[in-house]
């Protein structure tokens, strides 16, 4: 029996004669399911027309991303450090290739994952690097497949190796996590931020909203918590969701400022 992934966000569900009825990640506010109704597939099928793009972001992060574009479109990062390799946010496809290439890399430790729209096929990566998957409780109730390599963790930081530290900041999602990379930039420190901190269009500037593709907002308090929340982390770049989207220079100074014009655009300052 397949495994059902739904073609509009890269969620899988357990293997079953028969798609589920609907997806409940795309029924919720924060996606959506396309006008012509929901489409399923499946890993077989999406190996056969899709590929793995690599690119190395800087001496110790590559990022992994589907071509032709596949579900809501994010990359992966595999980050390598002396305590192990770390997955954070998760793609659908997993073909021997890329299995291959993540294996002379080391493998991964651990898998990490910022919030349930990039659960995606978790569960498979799991099992073939045979490691343990970190996601915050607070977000337990989507996990649409339930697998006993998921540790679900509560609180507010997790180290998971030595110099990475899971940052719940919630937001987009209750159990909405970052990843702190201290020795990021050369140095300087690095976050991973899936869509809880989103790398604007102007690469000098994030953003924060409870539904991306509905273009729904946050409450300022809780931007305003967030960005309180990032403070004590010091962070040179931002390596946000989607390809091509990461702040170089200046990473925390871009998310207080950004932070701080959200708050006033919320209380009506426009020019
Ligand atoms: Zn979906
Ligand atoms: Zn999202």
Known sequence: MPIHLCNTCGTSYPDSPAPPSGCPICEDERQFVPRGGQVWTTPEKLAGGHVNGWRRLETDLFEIHTHPGFGIGQRALLLRTPGGNILWDCIALLDDATELLVRALGGVQAIAISHPHYYTCM??????????????????????????????WDGETLEIVAG???????????????????????????????????????????SFLWSYPNMMPLAAATVRRIAAALTPWRFERIYGAFPGRQVMAGGARAVQRSAARYDELLQGTQP
């Open 164 to 206: 990475v530290t899971l940052l719940r900041l919630g937001g987009h999602f209750p159990g909405g996590t970052v990843l702190h990379w201290a020795d990021g930039a050369d140095g300087r420190g690095a976050i991973l931020s899936g869509d809880i901190v989103q790398v604007a269009a102007d690469l000098d500037r994030v």
């Open 123 to 152: 569960q498979d990566w799991a099992r073939a690097f045979g490691c343990a998957v970190h996601l915050h409780v607070a977000d337990a109730d989507w996990v649409m497949r339930p697998d006993p390599a998921i540790r679900h």
